[in-house]
């Protein structure tokens, strides 16, 4: 029997599928711009340096929310709401696939210990959202909506999940953050 996934583009519909029917079926959001967005943050996030993309002026990796805001607020290199959004993506993410690390990406001896996850992705994606002049009009809008039904998306993403540990053998070997090229 052939893998039942080969390259990037059947990833990106696998995901795509999946994220269509719990959005649509199960939660009843019919919105192809949001799935669309939420299926793509999903292939993105399988590469280990799409997670962790946000690097300090040195060119540190920043691996916490509270490193990411300070680089927003100083005007670095890279636009305000590229990390803005970026940090709504980090935090639906986290609190969405994989709500067990949160207990480590917020543990005592960490920045982020404080930080509420929920609340500071509904902040960061709609500050990103007020970036709406073109070439961002139309994603403005679905970051407004993840900002504002944050916690269904968040509860969407985790039936994702349980949709994508359910699969054949064949594609259950899908690890998040894997690649790093």
């Not at 269509?20 to 996030?45: C, I, K, M, W």
């Not at 404080?114 to 509904?122: A, E, I, N, S």
Request: charged share 30%; proline share 4%; glycine share 6%.
């Amino acid at each position: 029997m052939s893998p039942v996934l080969t390259g990037s583009d059947s990833l990106k519909r696998l995901f795509a599928a999946i994220t269509e029917h719990t959005f649509q079926v199960e939660f009843g959001v019919a919105d192809p711009p949001l799935t669309d967005y939420l299926s793509d943050l999903l292939v993105r996030f399988t590469r280990l340096d799409a997670i962790f993309r946000v690097r300090d002026a040195l060119g540190r990796r920043l691996e916490e929310v509270a490193e990411m805001l300070l680089e927003a607020q100083e005007c670095s290199s890279r636009p305000r709401r590229e990390i803005h959004r970026h940090i709504g993506d980090f935090t639906l993410f986290w609190s969405g696939l994989y709500p067990e690390a949160l207990s480590k990406l917020r543990a005592p001896d960490r920045k982020d210990h404080l930080f509420d996850y929920c609340q500071q992705g509904k902040e960061s994606y709609r500050i990103a959202s007020t970036f709406d002049q073109d070439p961002y009009g139309s994603e403005a809008r679905v970051l407004r909506q993840l900002s504002e039904e944050f916690e269904m998306f968040k509860d969407g993403l985790s039936r994702v999940r349980l949709h994508l540990e359910h699969l054949p053998k064949e594609t259950s070997n899908l690890q998040w953050g894997g690649s790093q090229g």
